[in-house]
């Protein structure tokens, strides 16, 4: 197995939004954190949580670390042997209501990915997603004959952030599993690499 490369702005990203979001509480789930961990988190202690459900701070802290963390999230979601059936729920909406792309952008990629077809064939398309999730997003639409259609189309350069997420993602396991004497019953680091 090839040496991890830790990314330290990655890294940096990550403790920013579990500060921001407050996610030493999913401490309160069961996970055995050392002690050193434990003494490292005190101070957050002092900032109040940005909501009362820690499920509900989980889900927006993986929405904005991005595409492979909203993965995480879904595949996290269901497994209720590892999660209370409280923050299953909340990160199971990670599966079809992530929030879209500015509509400008998305109607442009659709534009884009259709070339000349788009202008010859589309009477309109809705600028707000019927549903967004990780990876890409569906719009509402309808031909120039009246035909009502979906278009489900990438996000933009998703491909690239992937990788690199997956990267952070694999140091953030391997580091996880170091730290938490109960993580690696989890499997996080084959979990990442089987994404790849």
């Known amino acids: 197995m090839k040496p991890l490369s830790i990314s330290i702005s990655g890294l940096a990203r990550l403790a920013r939004v579990a500060s921001k979001y407050r996610l030493d509480r999913l401490s309160t789930l069961g996970l055995r ?16 949580a940005p909501n009362p459900n820690v ?3 989980l889900k927006l802290a993986l929405i904005e670390l991005g595409p ?10 269901t497994r209720r042997d ?11 909406s990670l599966q ?13 990629t659709i534009k884009a990915g259709l070339g000349d077809y788009f202008e010859s064939h589309f009477q309109t398309i809705n600028p707000i997603p019927l549903a967004a ?6 719009h509402e639409g309808t031909l120039l004959d ?16 992937i990788l690199k997420d997956l990267t952070l993602l694999e140091s953030l396991a391997a ?9 690696s019953r989890l499997h996080l680091f084959q979990i990442v690499r089987d994404y790849r």
Do not use: C, H, M
């Not at 590892?82 to 199971?92: G, M, Q």
């Not at 079809?96 to 442009?108: R, Y």
């Open 33 to 48: 954190l050392p002690f050193w961990l434990t003494v490292l988190l005190l101070p957050l202690r002092l900032k109040p």
């Open 55 to 57: 499920g509900t701070d």
């Open 68 to 77: 492979a963390f909203i993965k995480l999230g879904q595949l996290l979601s």
């Open 82 to 92: 590892v999660l209370p059936d409280s923050v299953s729920d909340e990160l199971a």
């Open 96 to 108: 079809d209501q992530v929030p879209g792309i500015d509509s400008t952008l998305a109607l442009n």
């Open 133 to 138: 999730a990780s990876i890409a997003q569906v």
């Open 146 to 161: 009246g035909t009502q259609i979906v278009i489900k189309f990438r996000r933009p350069g998703i491909k690239a952030l």
């Open 175 to 183: 580091l996880l599993n170091k730290a938490l004497p109960d993580a």
